[in-house]
């Protein structure tokens, strides 16, 4: 006597069914890419005849234009060079030679720390009735930060994108002492 499976039952057998038939499909593909990217090198046959390549000659590709860095348009200091003894043997035997040897090169001046004392006079005016001060040339009042060091910290904060962390941690190797917090109200 044959049983009778129901409904449901044999629902999920072709449910199971269908999802072995997906597994074996996947395992396929799996085992097929990790062929195809872990494949060994084949090593080329050396032969002792033949003469190592010569090495690529530096710059640019011939017939391509060259890339220069223009000239800065001012000078912002020179510094003359002068030797009391030879570089390379000590020797101190030296006598002009030839003309002059110039170099220009451009760097950045990192920001020194510089901390100004506003000394003003109190005034009182008959108008307001209080007492009144005058404003510094780049001083912001009430603020303990200039407006140089405050520019710096929104282009890092903002420009850059540094955290308000880092730009502490900048700020105190420059010289200036401040609390990350305050960079957010900056």
């Known amino acids: 006597m044959a049983k009778k499976k129901c409904k449901s039952c044999q629902m999920y057998k072709k449910e199971l069914d269908g999802l072995k038939e997906e597994i074996r499909l996947i395992k396929l593909e799996l085992t097929d890419l990790k062929t195809k990217t872990f494949k060994r090198k084949k090593k080329k046959p050396k032969d002792d005849d033949k003469e190592p390549p010569a090495p690529k000659k530096k710059g640019g590709l011939f017939g391509h234009p060259g890339w220069f860095r223009k000239k800065p348009k001012h000078i912002h200091k020179t510094e003359k060079v002068t ?104």
């Open 83 to 186: 030797l009391d003894k030879c570089p390379c043997c000590g020797s101190e035997d030296l006598t002009e030679y030839g003309g002059i040897d110039e170099h220009i090169q451009e760097d950045i001046v990192l920001p020194k720390v510089e901390a100004t004392l506003y000394r003003k006079k109190v005034y009182y005016c008959k108008k307001c009735k209080k007492a009144v001060t005058g404003k510094g040339k780049n001083e912001l009042p009430r603020s303990y930060i200039g407006p140089i060091a405050k520019a710096w910290a929104v282009f890092l904060k903002f420009g850059v994108k540094v955290s308000d962390r880092d730009i502490q941690k900048l700020f105190e190797a420059m010289g200036l002492k401040i609390v990350a917090s305050s960079i957010v109200n900056i």
